[in-house]
């Protein structure tokens, strides 16, 4: 089996008016992602993360952010293709470790869910799909709540 690793990084500014979506679920919060799609930007790290992995450029180049046909659109979309762009190079995800860096809201008690949420768009095991949330201590633009980022490490397999 041949396997490889990307990693993959997405931020988004935090703006009123907008539903926040993370981990592929909507969250009760006052403000939301900016973006011109429903900016989740856990989803759009472990797409990067994917796609690098495959070596097939990054999520800006098969999802541009000035075509009308991903204006608003779903990461959960987003994600199931990149999951079958990696399968057109005989690749499938291995597993997914991610981390999430907001003050606001507490992202713990919705893990879980995101887990699931992921797994079933990719095709795979909850377990097989780690996710962290951390803050920043108030520094910066995460810590002033003016953002939120996210990182994602993922291994992809290939059977030979």
Request: with cysteine; proline share 3%; net charge negative.
């Given at each position: 089996?041949?396997?490889?690793?990307?990693?993959?990084?997405?931020?988004?500014?935090?703006?009123?008016?907008?539903?926040?979506?993370?981990?592929g679920?909507?969250?009760?919060?006052?403000?939301?992602?900016?973006?011109?799609?429903?900016?989740?930007?856990?989803i759009?790290?472990?797409?990067?993360?994917?796609?690098?992995?495959a070596?097939?450029r990054?999520?800006?180049?098969?999802?541009?952010?000035?075509?009308?046909?991903t204006?608003?659109?779903?990461s959960k979309?987003?994600?199931?293709?990149?999951?079958?762009?990696?399968?057109?190079?005989?690749?499938?995800?291995?597993?997914?470790?991610?981390?999430?860096?907001?003050?606001?809201?507490?992202?713990?008690?919705?893990?879980?869910?995101?887990?699931q949420?992921?797994?079933?768009?990719?095709?795979t095991?909850?377990?097989?799909?780690?996710?962290?949330?951390?803050?920043?201590?108030?520094?910066?633009?995460?810590g002033?709540?003016?953002?939120?980022?996210?990182?994602a490490t993922?291994l992809?397999?290939?059977?030979?």
């Open positions: 089996m041949r396997i490889r690793v990307g990693f993959g990084y997405d931020v988004h500014q935090l703006v009123e008016g907008r539903a926040l979506w993370l981990g679920i909507r969250l009760e919060h006052d403000k939301g992602l900016l973006g011109h799609s429903d900016a989740d930007v856990l759009h790290a472990i797409c990067d993360a994917l796609l690098g992995a070596n097939m990054d999520i800006g180049f098969h999802f541009p952010d000035n075509s009308d046909a204006l608003d659109m779903d979309i987003i994600l199931r293709d990149v999951v079958a762009l990696i399968a057109t190079k005989g690749y499938r995800v291995g597993n997914i470790d991610a981390t999430v860096c907001a003050e606001r809201p507490k992202l713990n008690p919705h893990i879980p869910a995101m887990q949420c992921l797994a079933e768009v990719i095709g095991d909850a377990d097989d799909i780690s996710i962290k949330a951390t803050t920043t201590e108030k520094l910066g633009f995460t002033r709540q003016e953002g939120i980022s996210a990182y993922v992809i397999e290939k059977a030979e």
